[in-house]
């Protein structure tokens, strides 16, 4: 068999008029999200934060005011280590330490809590913020939405007019009035055949 060159080539051109043509793709539409900033300034988020203050601030100011105290009595220390006997000294550095070791426990374990609080607080916003994101970028067509609330974001650069923080701010806000979906109004009920009776009242002096 010959195979005939020119032939081929004209077999080949008419495939390529005759295919059907691809569908073009769709561009892609990429948005960003301050997430951290976008649920500390929601409502719910404003409220959250008024509340934790309101809970750990006198425990702060305990700590701070014990700070104070600890640094005095490192100048007492300082200042009067020459004048003071080997015995005092000691017993002055001793409670320096303890004082200072206690005071460390205690502003863990409030940092602890207000972690522990700040992460409950961030779970809960987070995922209703969640849900409105994903009906957002639905509505809005985009293929992917990036975060860049932490150091570890990928992102580098964006142009002006794809970070979404606003929008979902402005609309979780218009969804969750008080951290909870709003509510659906109820079909007005069905009037009832005839009033309840009313309960028998007690005679006077009954128990």
Do not use: H
Not at 159 to 187: C, E, F, M, R
């Amino acid at each position: 068999m010959r195979f005939d060159a020119k032939q081929m080539g004209l077999s080949v051109l008419a495939l390529i008029l005759t295919a059907p043509a691809l569908p073009a793709q769709a561009p892609t539409k990429v948005a960003i999200i301050n997430i951290q900033s976008a649920i500390l300034a929601t409502k719910d988020g404003e409220k959250a934060r008024t509340a934790l203050t309101a809970k750990f601030e006198p425990r702060a100011k305990d700590l701070e005011s014990r700070g104070g105290e600890l640094q005095k009595k490192r100048e007492t220390l300082n200042k009067g280590a020459n004048m003071m006997s080997a015995e005092a000294r000691e017993k002055l550095t001793r409670e320096i330490d303890d004082f200072q070791k206690k005071l460390q426990w205690d502003s863990e374990d409030m940092q602890q809590e207000v972690q522990q609080e700040q992460g409950k607080l961030v779970n809960d916003i987070g995922q209703r913020m969640i849900q409105v994101l994903d009906e957002y970028s639905k509505a809005q067509g985009f293929t992917i939405v990036l975060d860049v609330s932490t150091q570890q974001s990928p992102v580098l650069w964006a142009a002006n007019g794809i970070d979404v923080t606003q929008q979902i701010i402005d609309l979780y806000d218009k969804k969750y009035a008080s951290g909870a979906p709003a509510a659906t109004p109820a079909a007005p009920a069905a009037k009832p055949a005839a009033p309840p009776a009313a309960a028998p009242k007690k005679p006077a002096g009954a128990k």
